[in-house]
């Protein structure tokens, strides 16, 4: 009996059109998303500069408590801090440097309600004291 063999199928995969879809699908979603933005806050960052201005020179407030600043030697009360600040009229004069010291614990609200306090007097130049780590 003669078995006749049979030839033999040749299997391969051809991947090329699945890749070319991959790519499409790669451009299509990259031409068509959005970018987001950073909507947040816009702003406008100062420059940093090598001046340093002596302590003695500044001046220098620091947070207490909650209703409790030290201006110097004094220690006041908000309403008392915002009524001396207006007193000594700064408003008009070239960028007086002001350091604010707070606790590393105090609420952030704190300051920026002592920055704004600070900035409705006249001053703008104001540095927050750290420590180095």
């Known amino acids: 009996m003669d ?6 199928i040749a299997v391969h995969l051809n991947i ?16 068509t998303s959005t970018f987001m933005k950073d909507r947040a806050l816009t702003l406008n960052l100062p420059r940093a500069s090598s ?29 008392a801090l915002e009524a001396k600040l207006a007193s000594l009229q ?8 002001v350091l604010l010291r707070i606790d590393n614990n105090s609420a952030v609200q704190l300051l ?15 540095s927050v004291a750290t420590e180095e780590p």
């Open 112 to 126: 920026v309600s002592t920055m704004e306090v600070l900035q409705n007097a006249g001053l703008t130049n104001i």
């Open 51 to 79: 001046e340093f201005v002596k302590e003695n020179d500044m001046l220098k407030v620091t947070i207490i408590g909650e209703d409790q600043y030290q201006l110097g030697e004094h220690i006041l009360t908000k309403s």
């Open 3 to 8: 078995i006749v063999k049979r030839p033999k």
């Open 90 to 97: 700064f408003k008009g004069k070239d960028e007086s440097p």
């Open 16 to 31: 090329t059109p699945l890749i070319d879809i991959v790519f499409l699908l790669l451009i299509f979603f990259m031409l």
